[in-house]
């Protein structure tokens, strides 16, 4: 089983199409879509579909995400399953879950995450993503934008998420290094790139480029005005 948990605050237009890029696989899962108190129709949407367990958690994605995999073990999750962390703008490849299945009898692999594209031509979100994608395969450092995945057990030994409000992504995956290499699957997951358009794509490259001069060199935090919410 591949226990699918997507934080969500006010994703009306992107949700829908994330949520069918998950329908449309055909191995065993569960879907859990975790509201941060959405003020648009996000709750409408996910509590009128049967095949999504809709729940609510304090705004922010470590808070949202580590309910739905509280809920998950909650019904008995094995140490052994999957919980793939997706954002609620960000598009699963035909054939992931069958990728994750067949690493399911594979002890070595504990947790990873796929490779990442921004939705659009732009030559500059291409870079953007080439430059995360090689930073990734770098430092061992999943983003929550590649879809995350890692056993429920580990999941659970490692504390879950640490609650703080950005960056929650990157401070897992340095924990989630202490115990195991994650692993970089060839496929591609596609962001909506429009939050990054709106906030100005070069705005959003100089983000990225902190971010990783902040994660491999150690390079200074960030004020909370820097992650300002976009949507």
């Known amino acids: 089983m591949i226990?699918?948990?997507?934080?969500a605050y006010n994703e009306e237009l992107a949700l829908p199409k994330t949520l069918q890029s998950v329908f449309q696989q055909?191995?065993?899962?569960?879907?859990?879509?975790?509201?941060?108190?959405?003020?648009?129709?996000?709750?409408?949407?996910?509590?009128?579909?049967?095949r999504i367990t809709a729940l609510s958690?304090?705004?922010?994605?470590?808070?949202?995400?580590n309910a739905g995999a509280h809920y998950a073990k909650q019904q008995q999750a094995s140490a052994e399953e999957w919980l793939l962390f997706l954002h609620a703008d960000t598009l699963l490849p035909s054939g992931a879950f069958r990728d994750l299945q067949r690493l399911q009898s594979d002890p070595a692999c504990q947790a990873g995450?796929?490779?990442?594209q921004f939705s659009g031509r732009d030559w500059r979100l291409r870079m953007i993503s080439y430059l995360d994608n090689f930073r990734c395969t770098r430092s061992?450092?999943?983003?929550?934008?590649?879809?995350?995945?890692?056993r429920?057990?580990?999941?659970?030994?490692?504390?879950?998420?640490?609650?703080?409000?950005?960056?929650?992504?990157?401070a897992f995956g340095e924990k989630l290094l202490t115990r195991t290499t994650p692993r970089l699957l060839p496929l591609t997951v596609i962001t909506d790139s429009r939050k990054f358009i709106k906030m100005g794509i070069w705005r959003s490259f100089l983000r990225v480029l902190m971010i990783i001069l902040?994660?491999?060199?150690?390079?200074?935090?960030?004020r909370p005005a820097f992650f300002q919410d976009v949507r």
Request: a negative charge; hydrophobic letters at 35%; zero cysteines.
């Open 3 to 7: 226990w699918v948990i997507i934080p």
């Open 26 to 50: 055909t191995e065993p899962f569960r879907v859990i879509v975790v509201d941060g108190g959405s003020t648009d129709r996000t709750q409408d949407l996910i509590r009128r579909d049967p």
């Open 57 to 65: 958690a304090p705004k922010g994605r470590s808070s949202q995400m």
């Open 113 to 116: 995450g796929f490779r990442h």
């Open 140 to 150: 061992r450092i999943v983003y929550g934008d590649q879809a995350v995945f890692v």
């Open 152 to 170: 429920q057990g580990l999941f659970t030994d490692l504390g879950g998420f640490p609650q703080q409000p950005f960056l929650e992504d990157v």
């Open 214 to 222: 902040h994660v491999e060199y150690g390079f200074r935090t960030f």
